[in-house]
């Protein structure tokens, strides 16, 4: 039996990845945001919380990777795409 794809509904799963990095579940928050970006490769806002989680995570290469395709997407970062904070421990990643 052939399996069918799914779809994804990138707002429900998003929700839903944050939702799991706000309790603690990061493995569940980045798996969410891969999928999303599977189905929505320029999905920045998955792109930026999969960049958090892994950075969290202490997986520091995938951190600067997904920071690096989050900031590809916004070409000029402001305060409003990426939290100062959250540049900083990129910039920090980067060292």
């Given at each position: 039996?052939a399996?069918?794809?799914?779809?994804?509904?990138p707002?429900q799963t998003?929700?839903?990845?944050?939702?799991?990095?706000k309790?603690?579940?990061?493995?569940?928050?980045?798996?969410l945001?891969?999928?999303?970006?599977s189905?929505q490769?320029?999905h920045?806002?998955?792109?930026?919380?999969l960049?958090?989680?892994?950075?969290?995570?202490?997986?520091?290469d995938?951190?600067?990777?997904?920071?690096?395709?989050?900031?590809?997407?916004?070409r000029?970062?402001?305060?409003?795409?990426?939290?100062?904070t959250?540049f900083?421990?990129?910039?920090a990643?980067?060292?």
């Amino acid at each position: 039996m052939a399996m069918r794809a799914v779809a994804v509904d990138p707002t429900q799963t998003f929700n839903r990845a944050v939702s799991a990095y706000k309790a603690g579940r990061l493995g569940d928050a980045e798996q969410l945001c891969q999928q999303i970006l599977s189905a929505q490769p320029g999905h920045f806002d998955a792109a930026h919380v999969l960049a958090v989680v892994q950075a969290s995570r202490g997986r520091n290469d995938l951190a600067l990777a997904s920071y690096d395709r989050a900031l590809a997407m916004r070409r000029r970062p402001t305060c409003s795409t990426i939290a100062a904070t959250d540049f900083w421990r990129w910039a920090a990643l980067r060292r």
